[in-house]
């Protein structure tokens, strides 16, 4: 993915015009390397001005040393808060932690600009770096979704407060990734309830799945799940309805293959149904 960068930054790097530092790949991990790094950079030819401190960090920025980068940008906080750069340097010290996967540093930051500055031009993308911060941290579907759901909620914030820019449009894209991703996490509890023959509640979270999240790839094996265990619990009427909204919705998909030959085996075939949509045919059923 490319992690953009706000507009007075993009212009800066442009003027520069700076060689590429390949310092990462020849860092032997060692903390009191990254320490003389760090003060070899501020003693370097920049000057303790706004400007210079700027310009310094901006240096940084493009060589992807961020950790110095982020240092530029809190010494013009701290030692000039009142000057006209001060402002952009707590979005680029911001930026500067993202890129260093330090997201709570940069929520952080990004949450004080988005409080001090909500007029401020790049205020848009300080929205949406803020909504990367908690889309990037999104864990693997075994584990708790919690990020999941306050990455989709930052991700909608940037579409409702900016619907027409990029960024609105590429969070919706997330939003809708981020949707699938809640879905397989009920998969997966719906799944070991099934497992457990914890029935009840195994039709509660493959339920779920297709009211709520029904534009995800999930949906078809939900359903299938669901006429398993309607078969399991001997309620063949409701697997063969169930089985008939999948394969109205889903008529190519191996899940309504498995769904049918369960049906052949122990009920007879599914009835066809033609009654449209997904969700009206599942409020019919249910």
């Not at 590429?20 to 303790?48: H, P, V, Y």
């Not at 999104?138 to 930052?154: F, S």
């Not at 407060?161 to 919706?172: E, I, L």
């Amino acid at each position: 993915m490319i992690r953009r960068v706000p507009t007075l930054l993009a212009l800066c790097l442009g003027l520069a015009a700076l060689p590429a530092c390949s310092w990462f790949e020849s860092w032997d991990g060692k903390q009191g390397t990254l320490d003389a790094e760090r003060r070899m950079a501020r003693n370097a030819t920049f000057d303790n001005t706004p400007e210079g401190l700027y310009a310094a960090g901006v240096e940084a920025l493009q060589a992807r040393r961020f950790a110095p980068a982020a240092d530029y940008f809190d010494q013009i906080e701290r030692d000039h808060p009142y000057s006209t750069w001060a402002t952009n340097a707590k979005l680029m010290s911001a930026y500067a932690e993202y890129q260093r996967n330090r997201y709570t540093e940069a929520t952080g930051a990004l949450d004080r600009f988005i409080q001090l500055h909500p007029a401020h031009r790049d205020i848009a993308y300080a929205y949406y770096l803020r909504a990367l911060c908690y889309y990037e941290q999104i864990a693997d579907a075994q584990r708790d979704q919690r990020t999941t759901e306050q990455a989709m909620a930052a991700l909608q914030d940037v579409v409702n407060r900016f619907p027409d820019s990029a960024y609105a449009r590429d969070a919706r894209l997330k939003i809708d990734l981020a949707r699938d991703h809640l879905a397989g996490k009920e998969m997966n509890i719906g799944r070991f309830y099934q497992r457990q023959r914890l029935f009840a509640a195994a039709i509660g979270r493959f339920r779920r799945v297709v009211e709520d999240y029904q534009t995800t790839n999930h949906v078809p094996e939900a359903l299938h799940r669901l006429t398993e265990i309607y078969l399991a619990l001997g309620l063949t009427e409701e697997a063969k309805k169930t089985a008939s909204v999948l394969g109205h919705n889903f008529p190519g998909s191996p899940w309504y293959q498995d769904s049918y030959a369960l049906l052949i085996a122990g009920a007879g075939p599914a009835a066809e149904d033609r009654r449209g949509l997904l969700s009206r045919a599942w409020n019919r059923v249910f």
